[in-house]
């Protein structure tokens, strides 16, 4: 009977909510040209569809965006690597050579390459765990990445954080606490803020964790305070098996900030992304204060990899979402439809792209895993380590 109600409920709902009913819309190639292109570095404008944005308490972003030749074939060569780069891990992960959690990004590649394109190098960025690709344009390497996935001492945390625990001076993971990451990127905003830094800190989460109390007090704290932080919820429609109209009164997640303005975007156009953020950090850089900024977006596997994805939702709305607002099929189009490159060059990217992924995963099944001695190591921060360490037993001891 709970099971026969349940499905009748999720009918209702489905019904009375058709998936992105509420939001902008997620098309990935509806931007349009408007002035023509020149030398690969000559910047040239283009402009996004008029639903690209909605603004809560603040002007939405304008829809003409300068770009040049150069940052298009850029993009697409990022997003081909990421979506390479997290394909040959859920294919480890089928082999056994990846245990654990493991959240992967795949269709979700404009929100993190279009996201890196706008930020400045000393800019910071948190996240939770599906946090890949972050980790590699955020100063990582593919192979650092897939290492440490591995668990292996070529590994960006030296095979002991795993693919939560991955982080560079700019990059602050990697969050495995649903939520937890916002107050900790309220704090990196405060401490810029109080040591005058010119940088603008991006805390990102998914719905699913949107309705967590700890992102509430962290929206009051840096409202409070002013801080320049940009809170970024990532909404793929899914907070792990449940709809955002499930679990949310209020799907429009860029207005639950209160006071603080909100900017909700098309998460699968990499333009629309790269706008937005530019736009978010002006914001914040002003002396705004903070900014709640919103990406609609789709991720085609499940929450994680012991996740089909296909009990909360049909293969169906998977395969459309694949076949009509692919993120990289819609930078493609813009790149032949604008004249920039053709279809063989871009081919010749993808394959570029496998080789170096490829390559990236034999050098990391190459590296060893961690010692025995090195249980000890990186629990203090370098030249605070006390004069011993007790281990599980009173007998075990390692003297630094």
């Known amino acids: ?68 030749k150069e940052n298009l074939m850029e993009w697409y060569k990022q997003m081909t690597l990421m979506r ?84 560079t001076p700019t990059f602050f993971g990697g969050n495995g606490i649903v939520g937890a990451q916002v107050p900790l990127g309220a704090g990196i905003a405060f401490a810029d803020k109080y040591m005058n830094k010119e940088t603008a800190t991006f805390a990102l989460y998914g719905d699913g964790a949107a309705n967590q109390g700890q992102v509430f007090e962290a929206f009051n704290m840096a409202k409070l305070w002013n801080l320049p932080c940009v809170f970024v919820c990532e909404n793929n429609k899914y907070g792990m098996g449940t709809s955002a109209e499930r679990s949310s009164s209020n799907t429009e997640y860029y207005t639950r900030g209160d006071l603080i303005p909100g900017i909700q975007a098309n998460g ?63 930078l493609q189009k813009y790149i032949e439809d604008w004249g920039l490159a053709t279809e063989e060059t871009l081919k010749e990217i993808d394959k570029e792209s496998k080789a170096e992924v490829d390559a990236a995963v034999e050098e990391a099944k190459k590296s060893l895993e961690p010692e025995l001695k090195d249980l000890w190591t990186d629990i203090y921060y370098a030249g605070t380590e006390p004069p011993f360490m007790r281990g599980r037993e009173r007998e075990e001891v390692h003297y630094y």
């Open 268 to 330: 699968m156009d990499v333009i629309a992304v790269h706008q937005a953020v530019k736009y978010a950090r002006d914001w914040t850089l002003s002396g705004n204060g903070p900014l709640l900024l919103e990406f609609v977006t789709y991720r085609y596997g499940g929450h994680s990899m012991s996740d089909p994805g296909t009990t909360y939702r049909t293969r169906e709305e998977v395969q459309r979402m694949r076949s009509t607002q692919d993120p990289i099929k819609g």
């Open 84 to 167: 390479k780069m997290e394909q040959a891990a859920g294919a480890m992960y089928q082999a056994k050579l990846i245990r654990g959690f493991c959240h992967l990004a795949v269709g979700q590649e404009a929100i993190s390459v279009g996201f890196h394109s706008a930020m400045a190098k000393d800019d910071k960025l948190i996240t939770s765990y599906r946090c890949h690709p972050f980790a590699v344009l955020r100063g990582g390497t593919i192979t650092g990445v897939l290492a440490e996935l591995l668990g292996r001492q070529a590994g960006m945390s030296n095979g002991k954080g795993g693919s939560m625990h991955i982080f």
């Open 1 to 68: 009977m709970s099971s026969r109600l349940a499905s009748i409920s999720r009918r209702a709902l489905s019904r009375r909510i058709p998936l992105g009913a509420r939001s902008v819309q997620v098309a990935a190639d509806s931007t349009k040209l408007s002035s023509e292109p020149g030398e690969p570095s000559q910047p040239f404008t283009v402009t996004l569809d008029n639903n690209t944005f909605k603004g809560y308490r603040t002007e939405a972003p304008g829809l003409e965006v300068s770009v040049t």
